[in-house]
């Protein structure tokens, strides 16, 4: 299929064309597709970022990073297997040298999707005017498309198919620029599975990985069977505080802490789980100095990157007008450690979970060659390469239907939808919740909306309850008035050695509708109220 009439570029010149520029535009990519090699439609074909990106001339080559590998990660050797099957795409080439399936024992023919027309996202628009895409089984052989179940559905490389793979990095050059030379993407089943490896790339039983103070469960979670321990660095309303890493590692002392400076930083810029908190770009610009300054490799955990919300108003004032262009929306995004990194200190870790759908389980890394070429190692032997299923499904929206022109209109839309949501949860939060125990920060970004709640005037203070328990009586009352949230010490970096000073609890406004919302906030606004044992109110007003 060919790409959408927004996809289509601008006519260039011959001169023009023959350039190939360091600030690739959507507009460029066509021109720059023309200049770079085919994609392979082999079985199983290699890929690099290599050789889709721009050469970057004038820009520094990374660092070396030897020094912070694992043992385990140095011990990785590529796969005979997977070095093989890069020979499948050898013209005249029979091969009787891997396990490979024949597709013609595959029991689909073809597979058919129907998705928005940009720019018409909206899920009653897609239903009656959507576009319906279909892939065969042998699309490639006849002309159809670079594409099909026959590579799709069979084994392939650790970086993931060249199709996809040309994709995000075409976008990562578009949106981030990295500003050095030889970095890569690979792709990724998902940032859990991203952040797993690249632990045991870098860190060992007894190590410390900073992490904001109240951090993502799950990556938490992640550490604690590794013997990796979290550190939590202190938060304001953006974020982390560069200040505070810097205070810590200055004064660090081994024998003290009973582990060895702490080298690694996991944090979530944008939309942080579970704080809703979003660094600025002067924020990022100086937790990237304190990294700098201290040899701090980190980890860029960005699933709510795009998104980023247009700044909220208030329910009787008008809207932001939304981004007039492509350039307007990418502007308005906060710029990305990756696009600060001139040492290759950064891996990126994007993933399509909140943008297209989680159960897709397929993301991408970008970091410097040798980082890659680390992970790709360790993908190898452990998830050998993302589905291939999530893979085709991606490739035929993104670069078939949508085009790079069309996924920023998706994601525009994803921008305003998201706005829209969080406002009504602002509103109900402004309607219902006890502002005297309660209060709150409007997030520019991500799903969550993060309460404080002022424990200290719960009743049961007074006869000595320490924080966790009031926490977990207001979660219980939470509960049996109808409205799940989740417990803040859940999220706590160092929930084992202090429980912290404040309570919090996590509402999220990315699933339930708009009444439901509503309603969840009124009924734990009750709940707080006969908590606290204040004045009941009815409809946001005291009877």
């Known amino acids: ?22 600030r690739l535009s959507v507009n460029g990519v066509r021109a720059r597709r023309s200049k770079h090699p085919a ?21 520094p080559r990374a660092k070396r990073w030897d020094h912070i590998l694992t043992e385990e990660s140095k011990a990785r050797k590529p796969s005979p297997l997977k070095e093989a099957a890069a020979m499948l795409g050898t013209p005249g080439l029979i091969s009787l040298g891997g396990g490979l399936p024949s597709s013609s024992v595959f029991p689909y023919e073809h597979i058919e999707l129907k998705v928005p027309n940009p720019p018409h996202f909206e899920e009653a628009e897609t239903k009656h005017s959507g576009v319906c895409v279909r892939a065969g089984k042998h699309d490639a052989a006849e002309g159809k498309s670079i594409y099909d179940i026959h590579i799709a559905f069979n084994y392939a490389q650790g970086t993931g198919s060249p199709q996809l793979i040309r994709f995000v990095t075409e976008h990562t050059e578009i949106v981030h620029r990295p500003p050095y030379r030889d970095w890569q993407c690979a792709l990724t089943i998902g940032s859990t599975s991203a952040l797993d490896m690249a632990l045991r790339m870098f860190a060992v039983r007894g190590d410390f990985v ?31 505080l ?16 009973g582990a060895r400076k702490p080298f690694l930083l996991y944090t979530v810029p944008s939309g942080q ?38 700044p909220y108003t208030g329910p009787n004032a008008p809207d932001v007008p939304p981004p007039a262009s492509h350039e307007a929306f990418l502007d308005a995004l906060a710029p990305s450690l990756l696009s600060m990194d001139t040492d290759g200190r950064v891996m990126r870790m994007d993933s399509f979970s909140k943008v297209i759908a989680p159960g897709a389980r397929l993301g991408w890394i970008t970091a410097s060659a040798q980082i890659v070429e680390r992970y790709v190692r360790h993908a190898e032997v452990s998830i050998q390469s993302p589905s291939g299923v999530s893979q085709l499904a991606l490739f035929k929206l993104l670069d078939e239907t949508w085009g790079h022109a069309g996924y ?52 049961c203070c007074s006869d000595g309850a320490i924080l966790l328990d009031i926490e977990d009586s207001i979660w219980r009352a939470a509960v049996a008035k109808g409205v799940l949230s989740a417990k803040g010490s859940w999220s706590r970096a160092e929930a084992q050695r202090h429980p912290g000073e404040d309570m919090f609890f996590r509402t ?16 734990f606004g009750d709940a707080l109220r006969a908590e606290f044992r204040l004045d009941v109110m009815t409809n946001g007003r005291k009877p």
């Not at 890493?245 to 081994?254: H, K, Q, R």
């Not at 979003?278 to 701090?296: C, F, G, I, N, P």
């Not at 998201?418 to 309660?438: G, H, I, K, Q, S």
């Open 242 to 257: 560069p200040n505070h890493m810097d205070l810590v590692l200055s004064n660090w002392s081994d024998s003290e802490r």
């Open 1 to 22: 299929m060919s790409p959408p009439s927004a996809y289509q570029v601008e006519a260039a010149t011959d001169t023009e064309a023959a350039v190939l520029t360091d």
């Open 39 to 59: 994609v392979s439609s082999a079985v199983a074909a290699s890929g690099s970022s290599d050789m889709f990106k721009s050469p970057g001339h004038g820009k």
């Open 210 to 240: 900073m992490t904001e103070e109240y951090s993502f469960c799950s990556a938490l979670e992640t550490m604690a069977p590794l013997g990796v321990k979290a550190l939590g660095i202190n938060m304001d309303a953006e974020g982390l």
């Open 408 to 459: 920023l209109d998706w994601l525009i839309w994803l921008r305003l939808e998201y706005t829209r949501r969080r406002d009504n949860l602002l509103y109900a939060c402004e309607a219902f919740l006890p502002t005297e125990v309660v209060s709150w920060h409007p997030p520019a970004a991500g799903m969550f909306l993060w309460l404080k709640v002022d424990w200290r005037k719960h009743p």
């Open 273 to 310: 789980n579970p704080t809703g908190a979003t660094q600025s770009t002067q924020r990022r610009r100086e937790l990237y100095a304190v990294a700098q300054k201290h040899d701090v490799y980190i980890l860029e955990d960005e699933p709510y990157y795009y998104l980023q919300m247009q």
């Open 508 to 523: 999220t406004f990315a699933a339930a509708g708009a009444q439901d919302v509503t309603e969840a906030i009124r009924r």
